[in-house]
């Protein structure tokens, strides 16, 4: 990696201040590292100070209480995963954070580290390959090998959204709250992503000068049962082929209201309005889940090596809808 | 005539024993190649080109040169030379500290005149395609043609054919100590290196040679290495360079490469693919085999594999060849050619069977001429419980579906001469065991304790072996092959044996005995027809005061035997919506003769189980027509098995007879051709391409449902 000057955070005003009129790249947030330290190694990114956000007082923790969580940005992944009232009330939320990474990773990687997390794009990774994403002229995902990219909202980059949490908060219902020159503002967290089409370079709305500083969640609804399924290649370490996070809320076998949001095949957390709009409503069994799942995939278009993750998809959210059911 | 005599008179060998540097690895204590530190030494990189196809045109050090703490720069292509594949070297740095290197070598410029490549075996069979080799045509070898029988009789004899296209990719090694070296002048005539490597006096003599120095004054230590697998045959380009640094700075210097150049330049298994038509009669017996094939190992040739494979076919003809591609060579990999070449027979055997509407173990038990593997079938069948796969494939009920399939293989390791061992007596009753082989982690070292505490009455962990290290100048070959355990045990027994005559020789006369009447037995030496008449060992030992007793082994034909046959049984199940796959259990029946230790032995069929698992449902090398780049030089994307991964493995040292044959290879090669058709057996739709992975079962799912 090159050379940086390091900064360990006092206060927000100094991480915006210090953030301000930098530009991308010059002055980078560094919370866990897991996944910027990968970056700095492989010449991806090379900024000149990092900014470290882990000596920020009061950004870690969970408050679980009637008004819902409220999760700080610092929180690991692994503190999110044995949670008692995530695990309880928030389930897709729980099985989201256990499926990340592996146990070291989840110790040290933080809430708002995933959110904010860089592409997995093997072109995107390689310090020598001009990408779009990187300012070069194509997307080499579209000729290239395209096995773990994008079948849904790619246009003009191919890159899947690599977080496990997100769609889960997504499906939640979460909002996001950010801090910058202006100060704080909230907003929901299906906003914050954004897809290539409005900005190919980015995967959120995040200025360069702002920073996550927490997430909430609304209260758990009664009777709602939430799942998040990931499709992966091994065990552990491993991102999702795909993956569904569905929030049912059920009167008996009746789905009263879906949330279903997929991770792994868009550029960004994908909600699937059709497949929310498939079940709600409906008594469910194998022939609405079924359709759930084909209208979830619908407008997929998949590249030259990931149509099974058409078919793959179709299935996990189908599979949801099943288990809400039973 | 030697022999290891009967199991029932063997206090140690064939039993289970933990291995004497179980501890030192598990605390870290051991020292490998890359915790070798020295006083003053430096850190060596290598810049290595991105570009797979370039004429070198330039070079310049002089940036690289002048960062503070970089201490030399050498260039290791010349201009005017082309560059072949990425990760070619093109120059090198040693400096004060390993950041400093990595630095430097990025300040190094090199002006490159890029070139059309290739890098998949389809775009440079393609018409057109750019000719990057000067001696073959279309980037493709001459085929070698075998022929035996008669082709168009079997084929006319067939009640059933199969025809069919089977692939298995280039995998790497992995090896989780990557390639290196430290490499120490004393002067500039004598040499030391700690090597990652497999042969020990093979570096040592290559080393020699290079810098033109008699072989005793360059020495090679190997205490403890993380896997060769095939690929540390030698110090290569990285081994000579760091010991070209570090003369030219007079310092010692390491040079470990990274886990991306050993992806790119170290070794990998060359990739099949093959195009068979095959028949069988009406009762079973295969009789017509029709194959055209070929395969990748980079820009050099060495592309081979085995078809068919352990099955007899009395009418054949086969067609194989080499294709060229801009990507780091080839080197022999854990059973070269055979694992893959086992994946497409045994599938092949499997398809036929079905046609038949025979059972796959009925009809391997016909074509089968190893006897061996006839019993094993059995043993194998049981322990997994065959009687339970789906009689008829995919027919299982839900939506997770369970199958059953079975492999074979076949491996030589039967060893060699060549190896020099000496074992010596102390008078304080201690004893070396000595020789230049080398301990890759299967267990060698605890194996040659075993041999000489069996022989001399004592404890392993009595005996202090020295491996891997060339200065005692006793030279044993590299280990390649499954050879080590074979050629080193005969020379060590035979040692041991002596040192033994040696010391009954100097006791007879106190125990008034004839020396053939001496035994030695739980640290005392007695008279077989007097047992009153004993010496405990460290008394008669403490009469040799200054005239330790250091004999030397001998080669022995008949303390060894090559030929190891294998069968393996997979149980799996597959999610028939996400098209994920576990390995439930992998039954693996292994002959291998005599196991000095039978914890070691099965660990070794472990390893190799879990090699083959890798290759047959993660491993994969992803090459990038548009960059010419591998886009997977790491092990996020180059998936190996993790915990989640590995199944129960039920390991059988299927014990045939009493003389040594290695082991060290055989077990990884069943293992992909007996997932595949235990995934057939699941989902009744076959996957002819490994590595066998979601994308590929639901592809195959979707095809069989259209
Ligand atoms: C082997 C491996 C496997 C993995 N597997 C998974 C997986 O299965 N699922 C998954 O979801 N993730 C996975 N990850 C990604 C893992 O890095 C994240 O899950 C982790 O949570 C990131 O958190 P961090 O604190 O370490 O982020 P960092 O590396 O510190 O930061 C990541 C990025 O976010 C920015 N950033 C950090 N905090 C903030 C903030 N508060 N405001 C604004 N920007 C911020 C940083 O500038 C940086 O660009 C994996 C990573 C590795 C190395
Ligand atoms: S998917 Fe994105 S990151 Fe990957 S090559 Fe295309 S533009 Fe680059």
Redesign the interface.
Known sequence: MEKFSYVNASSLEQVTALLSDSGWGEVMLIAGGTDLLAELKEYVETPKTLVNLKTLPGMDGIEADASGLKIGALTTVADIAKHPTIQHHYTVLAQAAVSVATPQIRNVGTLGGNLCQRP?C??YR?E??DCLKKGGDIC?AV???S??HAILGGDPVYIVHPSDLAPALIALGASVTIVGPEGEKTMSLEEFFTLPAANPYRENVLQPNEIVISVQVPPAQPNTKSFYLK????????FA?ASVAGVFEMDGKTCKSASVVLGGVAPAPWRSKEAEAALTGKMINEMVSKQAGSDAVKDAQPLN?????V??TQ??V??AAMMAAS | MASWGEASESRLIGKRIPRLSGRDKVTGKAKYTFDINRPGMLYGRILRSEIAHANVVGIDLSEAEALPGVKAVIPIIEVGKKIRYQGQEIAAVAAETDDIAKDAIRLIRVDLEELPYVVTEADAMAEGAPQIRDDWEGNQSEPGVREAGDLEGGFAQAAVEVEATYHAPVQTHVCLETHGHVAEWEDDQNLTVWASTQAVFGTRNDLAGTFDLPANQVRVITEHMGGGFGSKFGPGVEGRTAANLARMTGRGVKLMLTRKAEHLVAGNRPSMTQHVRAGATSDGRLIAYDMKGYGTGGISSGAGFQAPYVYHVPNLRTEKMNVAVNVGNQRAMRAPGHPQGAFAMDSLMDELAEKLGMNPLEFRRINDPSEVRQAQYTLGAQEIGWHRRNSVPGSGTGVKKRGMGVGSGLWGGGGGPGTQARVTINSDGSVEAVTGTQDLGTGVRTAIAIIAAEELGLNPTDISVKVGDSEPGLPSGGSGGSQTMASVAPVIKTAAAAAKQKLFERIAPQLEAPVEDLRVGNHTIYVVSDRTKTIKWELATGQLGMESISEGGQWDEELRQGGAAGTQFAEVEVDTETGELSVIKIVAVQDCGLAINRLTTESQINGGVIMGLGQAILEERFMDAQTGRMLNANLEDYKVPGTFEIPEIKSIVFDTHRKVTGVGEPPCIPTPGAIANAVYNAIGVRVRELPITPDRILNALAEQKA
């Open positions: 997995r093997w072109y390689d020598t390959t080499y000729d290239g090998l096995k773990y499709a992966r290649e091994k065990g552990a370490p491993d082929l090596d990931n149509a099974y993750k078919t793959l299935n996990l189908s599979r």
